[in-house]
């Protein structure tokens, strides 16, 4: 561009094509000006990356862990209640599914065990999972916490439901599963009142 405006000017006031400006001295003891070495593709980083430490270290089957349990294993006393209180989402975290397995554990150490779900935590409860068609799962998992609490009733387990909860949802009582019990909504608090009174141990899950 520089050079065509020269061009120009020379043709418009005539003579000479004026010449070009010099180039400015190099500052004294300024550095050749080098070319930048190329980055490494990042394929062969990737090579680089599974060769710097191998892995896996350990095959499938070796001992990582001790299997020393520190409290004794403990039954229920006669008449003992467990009582799990759920306020979290099925599969936005294991909260749910932890409290369920837990409450069978209790329920299977003799204790009088049931669970209470109320808030989002109601969503759990209900037979209408499943996707293209209710009852089939979409992906490995998905009926894990109706399997779950499918057993706990069969095995004499108690589970609750608070009728608000599934209407902060717009979730139907009419879609709860078999066996589960539905409760007003004060029923949440005299239901603590309740188990407290009887001396059962209460595990409150909670997501936010």
């Known amino acids: 561009m520089a050079g065509r405006a020269r061009a120009l000017l020379a043709r418009i006031f005539g003579g000479e094509e004026p010449a070009a400006p010099a180039a400015a001295p190099a500052a004294a003891g300024a550095l050749p000006t080098e070319t930048p070495a190329a980055s490494p593709e990042p394929e062969d980083q990737e090579k680089k990356s599974l060769t710097e430490i191998m892995h896996p270290s350990l ?3 070796s001992t990582i862990y001790g299997t020393t349990k520190v409290f004794p294993d403990f039954q229920a006393e006669n008449g003992s209640s467990y009582l799990t209180l759920v306020h979290g989402i099925a599969h936005e975290s294991s909260v749910s599914f932890v409290a369920i397995l837990q409450a069978t554990r209790a329920l299977r150490k003799g204790y009088d065990s049931a669970i209470y779900f109320y808030g989002p935590g109601s969503l759990n409860c209900l037979a209408t999972r499943g996707f293209p068609t209710t009852g089939s799962s979409a992906f490995p998992g998905e009926h894990n916490i109706n399997s779950s609490l499918a057993t706990f009733i069969l095995e004499g ?22 066996g589960i019990i539905p409760t007003h909504p004060l029923d949440v608090q005299d239901a603590l009142i309740h188990y407290k009174r009887r001396g059962a141990i209460i595990n409150s899950t909670y997501m936010v």
């Open 59 to 61: 095959p499938d089957g």
């Open 157 to 178: 387990g108690t589970v609750y439901c608070c009728r608000f909860g599934l209407s902060l949802h717009g979730a139907r009582e009419e879609d709860l599963m078999p």
